[in-house]
């Protein structure tokens, strides 16, 4: 996870927008990914970009990508409190056994009314 | 579709046992199975990738002999903490790629603590 990183905490207001950030270092990276993780819990994949796109948005989600910054966000709209979680983000890179994912530190994600 | 789950969910041993850990694919076939370790506060780690069939591929500083992986079936990946030790509690969570399916896409369980007093 050294390589991909992301700031370890933000706070919003029920109703506002989050935006989390990310930064990754492997070029090759053909996919990326983020997940959200709630206390206790495994990892729930919420979305991915390929590299070749700048943007995918699905419900609720933005995905940005900023290929030449290697800098990946998500937006989370009209955010409420069973947002909060933590949020990793994640590259796909070829590891000693092929394809696996690279994980940032995660970023806690809390949501006040 | 595409469950991942993970027995047990929460383990204490005493130092020195064994401890073995389930990640199963409930409604799909997983040919590639990782195991990761997550640190309080700290992101995941891939400790090693399992193939079914074959044995699995270690990640640089993981003891290949400590943490022992078997890939019997298409749907089952065991990891075995062996000795374990105070230093080996963890939370420890498997993902499932499907045979099927491409090959960017992996699914998560849910997690094992395991705590080694």
């Known amino acids: 996870g050294e390589d991909v990183e992301q700031s370890l905490f933000l706070s919003v207001r029920e109703g506002d927008s989050s935006v989390i950030n990310c930064t990754y270092t492997?070029?090759?990276?053909?996919?990326l990914y983020w997940y959200k993780q709630e206390p206790g819990a495994g990892l729930q994949l919420l979305t991915y970009?390929?590299?070749?796109?700048d943007m995918k948005q699905d419900q609720r989600l933005t995905v940005l990508l900023n290929k030449k910054d290697k800098h990946l966000s998500l937006r989370i709209a009209d955010t409420q409190t069973g947002d909060s979680a933590i949020y990793f983000c994640a590259e796909g890179a070829n590891s000693n056994s092929g394809y696996a994912l690279n994980f940032g530190k995660g970023t806690s994600l809390l949501v006040t009314p | 579709g595409a469950v991942v789950s993970q027995h047990p969910s929460w383990v204490i041993c005493k130092s020195g046992t064994s401890v073995k850990i389930e990640c199963r694919s409930l409604d799909f076939q997983a040919t590639t199975m990782f195991w990761y370790r997550q640190f309080p506060k700290q992101s995941l780690m891939l400790m090693a990738t399992?193939?079914?069939?074959?044995?699995?591929?270690?990640e640089q500083g993981v003891e290949k002999d400590k943490f022992l992986i078997n890939h019997a079936s298409l749907t089952l990946s065991t990891l075995t903490v062996t000795s374990a030790h105070p230093e080996d509690s963890s939370f420890y969570i498997c993902?499932?790629?499907?045979?099927?399916?491409?090959?960017?896409?992996?699914?998560f369980g849910p997690g094992t603590r395991l705590t080694v007093t």
């Open positions: 492997d070029s090759s990276s053909t996919y």
């Open positions: 399992s193939n079914e069939g074959s044995k699995a591929t270690y």
């Open positions: 993902s499932a790629r499907e045979s099927s399916g491409r090959m960017y896409e992996q699914y």
């Open positions: 970009i390929f590299s070749n796109m």
